[in-house]
């Protein structure tokens, strides 16, 4: 596990979008991104980290990014949630709130291509 960050460290702004997928004509989806919150917060590249995709010789980025607790978010994150840093967009593979007196969530994050 990543080392917890401290407060001081919460200075990245992360934008989360929900993904709304509406059918074309060709019985695929158009995925348009609306915008949720934004927040600060932390991310941090997973060291030594290493997997090819599928077909491609482009290694994927992953990492964590660590927010404040928000009600909100226990109902409403999933897959379809995509986050944006610095210009990057990571998809939701899995979070877990972690050290529940500072109620912060450990979200594990794929760059998306």
Do not use: C
């Amino acid at each position: 596990m990543a080392e917890i960050p401290t407060v001081g460290e919460m200075k990245h702004v992360l934008k989360f979008e929900l993904m709304d997928k509406e059918a074309d004509t060709t019985g695929g989806n158009h995925e348009h991104g609306t915008e949720w919150f934004t927040t600060k917060g932390v991310f941090k590249e997973m060291s030594g980290y290493r997997k090819l995709e599928s077909g491609y010789d482009a290694s994927i980025t992953a990492g964590f990014i660590y927010i404040w607790w928000r009600a909100n978010i226990e109902n409403d994150l999933s897959k379809d949630v995509q986050i944006i840093y610095d210009n990057r967009f990571f998809s939701v593979d899995a979070y877990k709130l972690i050290n529940e007196k500072r109620k912060m969530y450990q979200i594990t994050v794929k760059e998306v291509r």
